[in-house]
Structures are given as structure tokens and as C-alpha cells.
């Protein structure tokens, strides 16, 4: 049994200076679940957490937390009676006030009390005994760890988070996040995390909602977003992505690949074939099928190496295709170098491919 949303968002939409900037926004989280606002700069994500928080007030829709509603057409309760926490990028830390009087602004009760719980949440950050330090005596990852500390300390249902780790050293990021949500599971908070990169959100999310235009365009766990997308820029945006175009006929699209379904379109329908570079197969000979064969894999097609470079933890190879003169890139999980010039065969599992209908604006490539 799926238990109760702890935040509810219903239809929200926001238009400023007569401009609409978001249309119909609805998700809701569970406790201790993790919700991405994933998109590009100007979606709406920030807008959308500005609303949840009472920052911003929305023309129309509803939030709710537990069940209380905190904003709706009559009612918009001011960011301190929401118990909604909030995590910034620069994390707003108060420079002339000590960790220790950081985590507690904000806290009711007595002295003791208050001491009491930053203690509690100063050692579950790992800070224990840095209650008296400054903020400008922290590295960024501590200070990343006293707003968390700060925003948890009223215990509250839902946690906001606007990009908090896009400052840190690429080296401690993967630490931190994972820590990070891992106390946020642990107290039972709902978060919605804005983000503008895919990997962050394939990582940290439970459930991902792709934003564009000001509208959730897809929502879903991370697997099917990234597998199953919606449309052709939403496959785009986890990836690099190749492109083939043909047109349908009974169902069918002939390519150089041979043969794909296009079931939903229309005899005569132009269509866009997308499939990402690590779908890709590289044989030596056109009779190859590569190390592991497939009844899925498409025919093979000729391709001259453009260029390879090796990316670290895998190679990529851009091939200019005899077909049509295209570049298609294909990534292989090894040190593979082909010089430019070279002729090799490549197939692409058809499975792994996306067939939508060609916009009248798209090109071949991303």
C-alpha cells in the first residue's frame, strides 16, 4: 500500500508581469522519498520550489503538507508557518553567528532543549565539537553540512533543496549528497531537489519530474524516464543521442539499419529513429555481429572513423557513415582508438531505439 504524500502539489501555475511561467505543475512526495526537479535554466524548477516554500505566491493550484493546506486560491501562509526547510546553494549561513547558534536560529523551546538537539544533529553531520567555530573557518562541505544541520533542526515534513551541492569539489560531492539523503530518509522528510544535471537526479532520485516550458513534461522513477522517454528532447537530455530519420510504411521504417517498428504512425509519417552512442555496436567486417550477437541487432552499415578519443572510463568513436555522409557516435566501455580513415561496421540494438514523429524544425544530430 503506497503511503500518504507528505507534500501534495495540485496544478500549480505562475505567471508574472503577464508572462506564464509555470502551467499546471502537480507531484506529490512520500515520506522519505526524493523528488528531482530535473530541466534547463528557466523551466520553472526554482519557481516551482519558491511556491512550495511561500517565497513566491502561484496564480492558481494548491500545496499541501500532511494533509494542511498552505497555499491555495484564499489561503497563502508565510514561510515560517509552513514547516517546510530550505537548502540554497550558497547555504545563507549567518557569518557573525557560531555553528552551534546557526543550527539553533530558528528553534523554540528552552536553552536546554535547543542544546540539546543541535548536540544531536551537530554529531549525525559528523561536525561534533565544531559548535563554537565560524562559518569562514569550515571547508564548503562543512558548511554544506551545518545548513542541512540548520534546516532539519525544527524537525521538518518536507526539505526544499535548490542545487545545494552544485559548489562543492567534484571530489566530495558524491560523499556529501549520499550522507546527506541518507539522514534525510532516516528522519522521514519528503525533498524535491532542483537540479539541471541528469546524473545528479539519476542518482539522488526516487522519482524524477522533466521540466520544460514551464510544464512537467514527464515524471517517473529515474530507469523509466531514462528508458522509456517521452519524446525526442527528453532522450536527449540524459545523453548524447544519434539520430537516422526514414519514413513509415506498414508500421515498418526502413533505415540502413534495416528494418524498425513504428507502431502509432501513419503510412507515410517522416520519423526520427534515436538511439544513445552506447547502443551502438563496432564490428571489423560487415559479417560481424560483435562479441555478444542478438536476434535484435539491425544490419550492418559502413562507417569511416572521423576521430576517437578516449574519455576516461570509456571511448568514444565518431564514424561519418557511408548512407548518407552522417556522423553517428558510438561509445565502448574500453581503450578502443581507431585511426581516422579507417572503415568499420556498426549495428544498433533495435530495441534500444525511440521512433518519434520528425518536427518540422529538426535536423539530423542532438
Known sequence: ??????????????????????????????????????????????????????????????????????????????????????????????????????VAFGLSGTRSDKARRVDELLARVDLKGYGDKAPHMLS????????????LAPRPGVMLMDEPFSGLDNRLRDGIRDETLELLKEEGTAVVLVT?????????????????GGRIVQQGAPYNIYNAPCDRDAAAFFSDVNVISGTVKGALTDTAFGQFLAPGHPDGTEVD?????????????????GPN???????????????????????????RMDFNNQILKATVPAVF?????????????????????KRPDTTTGR
Open 1 to 102: 500500500m503506497q503511503p500518504a504524500p507528505r507534500l501534495d502539489v495540485q496544478n500549480l501555475t505562475c505567471a508574472f508581469a503577464g508572462r506564464t511561467v509555470l502551467r499546471d505543475v502537480s507531484l506529490t512526495v512520500a515520506p522519505g522519498e526524493v523528488m528531482c526537479l530535473l530541466g534547463p535554466s528557466g523551466c520553472g524548477k526554482t519557481t516551482t520550489l519558491r511556491i512550495i516554500a511561500g517565497i513566491e505566491r502561484q496564480s492558481s493550484g494548491t500545496v499541501r503538507v500532511d494533509g494542511r493546506t498552505l497555499a491555495d486560491g484564499d489561503l497563502n501562509l508565510p514561510p515560517e508557518a509552513r514547516g517546510v526547510g530550505l537548502i540554497f546553494q550558497d547555504f545563507a549561513l549567518f557569518p557573525h553567528l557560531s555553528v552551534a547558534q546557526n
Open 140 to 151: 564548503g562541505g562543512e558548511q554544506q553540512r551545518v545548513a542541512l544541520a540548520r534546516a
Open 196 to 212: 539541471h544535471e541528469p546524473e545528479e537526479a539519476m542518482r539522488m532520485a526516487d522519482q524524477i519530474a522533466l521540466m520544460r
Open 273 to 289: 529513429i534515436i538511439f544513445r552512442p552506447q547502443h551502438v555496436k563496432i564490428d571489423f567486417d560487415r559479417g560481424g555481429r
Open 293 to 319: 550477437p542478438t536476434p535484435l541487432d539491425g544490419v550492418p552499415a559502413r562507417g569511416i572513423v572521423e576521430r576517437a578519443r578516449f574519455m576516461g572510463h570509456e571511448s568514444l568513436v565518431e564514424f
Open 337 to 357: 582508438l581507431p585511426k581516422p580513415g579507417m572503415a568499420l561496421w556498426l549495428t544498433i540494438r533495435r530495441d534500444r531505439c525511440f521512433v518519434f514523429a
